[in-house]
C-alpha cells in the first residue's frame, strides 16, 4: 500500500516568500504530525491533528508558520514571509490512533527539503 | 519540556565492532520507540519498549528501557555497513502530552 507522500520533495525559495508543504497521509491514519529536521539532527514537532479534535500547534515556531488538515486527510504546512533559519528538512508523520498509542507507530514521508536564500 | 539526549552524538566504526547508543532523560515516559533514518528519507521505527526493564532484541540489536523508564539503551553486535544510518530515541507522551519527544539523534557510520 502507500506511504505517506510530501510534496515537493524539494523547494528552493527566496527570502520572504510564501510557501506551502504538501502531506498526503495514508488512508485510514487519523492522526497526523510535522516535524523539522535540520542538518540531519533530531526531529522539532511543530505540529499534531488528531482526528477532529483542535491540533496541537505548541511547536510552531512563530506566527509565520501554519497547517491545516482537510477533510480528515491531507495537510498543508504553510510558512510565510521565509527566513533563511527556516531552511530545514519538514517530515510528515501518519498513525493510526486506535488503542494504546505505541502499538501505533508514526510512518514517515521523505520529507520536503527547504532552502531559503 | 521533556528533552531526550543520546549520545554519542556520532560514531565511526569499523565492521564487525559492537556499539552502544545511549538515550537519557530526566523525565519518565510511558514508552520509548527507536527509529532509524537513511539519507533523503524518514526515521523507520525499529522497536518500542513499554515496560521498564524491558529488553527486546532484534537480530543484532538489543534495545533496553530503564527501570526507572527514564533512559533507553541500543547495542548493535558486530556492525555491518548495513547500520549505517541516524538512530533516533522518541519518549511516548505522558498524561495529557500527545506528541512523542524525539532525542537529538546518534548518527553511524560502518565501514569496510
Known amino acids: 500500500g502507500a506511504g505517506v507522500s510530501q510534496s515537493p520533495s524539494n523547494k528552493v525559495t527566496e527570502k520572504g516568500k510564501d510557501v506551502e508543504l504538501r502531506c498526503d497521509p495514508i488512508?485510514?491514519?487519523?492522526?497526523l504530525y510535522w516535524y523539522r529536521q535540520s542538518l540531519g539532527q533530531g526531529l522539532e514537532f511543530l505540529i499534531y491533528?488528531?482526528?477532529?479534535?483542535?491540533?496541537?500547534k505548541s511547536g510552531l515556531p512563530s506566527d509565520r508558520f501554519s497547517a491545516e488538515r482537510t477533510g480528515g486527510s491531507v495537510s498543508t504546512l504553510t510558512i510565510q514571509r521565509t527566513q533563511q533559519e527556516d531552511s530545514a528538512v519538514y517530515l510528515c508523520?501518519?498513525?493510526?490512533?486506535?488503542?494504546?498509542?505505541?502499538?501505533?507507530?508514526?510512518?514517515f514521508g521523505n520529507g520536503t527539503r527547504l532552502t531559503v536564500t | 519540556t521533556q528533552l531526550l539526549e543520546q549520545s554519542p552524538q556520532f560514531l565511526s566504526i569499523q565492521e564487525g565492532e559492537n556499539l552502544t547508543v545511549y538515550c537519557n532523560s530526566s523525565?519518565?515516559?510511558?514508552?520509548l520507540q527507536w527509529y532509524r533514518q537513511e539519507p533523503g528519507e524518514g526515521p523507520v521505527l525499529l522497536v518500542t519498549?513499554?515496560?521498564?526493564?524491558e529488553v527486546k532484541k532484534l537480530k543484532r540489536l538489543t534495545f533496553q528501557f530503564g527501570d526507572a523508564r527514564k533512559d533507553s539503551s541500543l547495542h548493535i553486535t558486530a556492525a555491518q555497513p548495513g547500520d549505517t544510518g541516524l538512530y533516533l530515541c522518541?519518549?511516548?507522551?505522558?498524561?495529557?502530552?500527545?506528541?512523542?519527544?524525539f532525542g537529538t539523534g546518534t548518527r553511524l557510520q560502518v565501514t569496510l
Open positions: 508523520a501518519s498513525s493510526y490512533r486506535g488503542g494504546r498509542w505505541f502499538n501505533s507507530p508514526l510512518h
Open positions: 488512508s485510514g491514519h487519523t492522526a
Open positions: 491533528f488528531q482526528g477532529n479534535s483542535a491540533p496541537d
Open positions: 523525565s519518565v515516559f510511558s514508552s
Open positions: 519498549v513499554v515496560t521498564g526493564g
Open positions: 522518541a519518549g511516548g507522551p505522558t498524561g495529557t502530552a500527545s506528541k512523542l519527544t
